[in-house]
């Protein structure tokens, strides 16, 4: 299993957010980040193996990038967020779920098991 997962569900249709681009970044200096993997979510709003198995993230500060205006424009809806970005901070190299929870005008975010 990835070490860091995702979910993203469109609570506006109550269905899983199929195509949303997200890219894993950690710090690189002063307000920079950079990429570390990225991936499209698929039919179940899920990206398989975001982070390959055979890559171990070492504790510290990251930030998942979910780029949903695009997400949100394929579907003709106007949002009022071009992209979410989700800052966070693993201990360990232990699994973390980041899911997030998306519709036009909103979002939510937690850790989920």
Known sequence: MSQITTHVL???SGQPAKGITIRLQRPAGADLWEDI??????????VQGLVP???????GIYRMYFQTGEYFAARNTRGFY??????FEIHDTEHY???LLLNPFGYSTYRGS
């Open 53 to 59: 198995a055979d890559m171990v993230l070492k504790p």
């Open 37 to 46: 993997v990225s991936g499209v979510t698929n039919d179940d709003g899920r």
């Open 97 to 99: 779920h980041v899911p």
């Open 82 to 87: 071009p992209y979410i970005p989700v800052v």
């Open 10 to 12: 469109d609570t506006s």
